[in-house]
């Protein structure tokens, strides 16, 4: 059933590369109100789009900030809904002189696109779009039911994501979700992942004094709030990278020979892996580098900060790992 899809899709690429390229050059910043128009350019393009490709339902979707897009294929009686999930919006494209060509001007270098928003998400939320239009155009109707929800606040922290599900829970309904956003495993092979690491982030702040002090006055006698901090931080892990936090992981969900089979299947090269980012290894050695990214949680620092960080060097002894309150 898909095959005269497909072949259609590959017919079609440069009309479908061209609709991506007029997509990038809408410069959809939400965070920032100097770009509302074309926040609402992209929602107005979107929204042709869908229409023209056979959807039906086509409507933005209000809440309390930047409206999500919405549009729907319901020709499936007694089918599963599936609701794809993508976004609209992008991230500020500064700092700019880092841009080797405009960052809302697709260009295409070495099979690849490049411009704000092409990877994430504005290309795989074509790819969403374009299939079903696909499906719409050559076999009549999509195998499941089809519901395609697009967010215009992602890159912003989504802080009216809730008011618009809840305002919109009836039409939202479904039975799976997939989403358009997020990393694919391999560029030549088709995958969905089914699952992801959640986030919980934390703070810490630490204080070993009342003030600041002198280094060469009180070092060597007082202890130090950032040498506390790192000995802290340190203990997290051994020095292999096993956490060794107690109880940390154990509500989750066991890794199954199945899973560890489905993160083996896929061609994976650690040591180029490592290579291309200049990385060094780290984790528990009893799982693959692909287990330890994708099956097991992982504690990370992110950042950390105290004593001096300007120009130059100051004998401080720090009080805590956060600005100084000035030295004594
Ligand atoms: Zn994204």
């Known amino acids: ?10 017919q079609e690429r440069d009309a479908i590369l061209d609709r991506l390229k007029a997509l990038i050059r809408i410069p959809s910043i939400s965070t920032d109100p100097a770009f509302a128009p074309d926040m609402q350019s992209a929602r107005d393009f979107l929204l042709a789009r869908l229409r023209d490709a056979g959807l039906t ?8 900030g930047q409206p999500a897009v919405f549009a729907s294929w319901t020709g499936a009686p007694g089918k599963p809904t599936l609701i794809v999930y993508g976004h609209y919006d992008v991230q500020p ?8 060509t405009p960052p809302f001007e697709p260009t295409e270098r070495n099979g690849r696109l490049y411009g704000r928003g092409a ?15 696909a499906f719409l155009k ?23 994501l809730r008011s618009i599900v809840t305002r919109h829970r009836d039409l939202l309904a479904a039975d799976a979700l997939l989403s358009a956003d997020g990393g694919r495993a391999s560029t030549t092979i088709p995958t969905v992942g089914v ?7 934390l703070e810490i702040s630490l204080r070993t004094a009342a003030k ?48 560890r089979a489905a993160a083996a299947a896929l061609p994976f090269d650690e040591a180029q892996w490592y290579a291309d980012f200049g990385g060094l290894p780290w984790g528990d050695p009893a799982d693959t580098v692909r287990e330890r990214t994708t099956l097991r949680p992982t504690i990370e620092v992110n950042g950390m900060w105290g004593g001096y960080t300007g120009a130059g060097t100051k004998t401080v002894l720090p009080a805590g790992n956060y600005p100084p309150r000035g030295i004594g």
Not at 141 to 152: D, R, S, T, Y
Not at 195 to 201: K, L, P
Not at 231 to 254: E, K, M, T, Y
Request: proline share 4%.
């Open 93 to 100: 494209a500064d700092p700019l002189e880092l841009w080797a």
């Open 195 to 201: 699952g992801g690491r959640g986030i919980t982030a």
């Open 1 to 10: 059933m898909s095959e005269p899809v497909i072949a259609y899709l590959a």
């Open 138 to 160: 050559i076999t009549g109707g999509c195998p499941v039911n089809i519901k395609l929800f697009l967010e215009g606040e992602e890159e912003s922290g989504s802080p009216s």
């Open 57 to 64: 339902d086509a409507q933005q979707l209000e809440g309390d």
């Open 212 to 259: 600041d002090g002198h280094s060469g006055r009180y070092g060597g006698a007082a202890r130090n709030a950032v040498r506390e901090m790192a000995a802290l931080l340190a203990s997290l892990h051994d020095d292999q990278g096993r956490i060794q936090v107690a109880g940390f992981g154990d509500d989750a969900l066991p890794i199954t020979n199945t899973m």
């Open 119 to 133: 990877s994430d998400v504005k290309g795989s939320t074509t790819i969403a779009i374009e299939t079903v239009a």
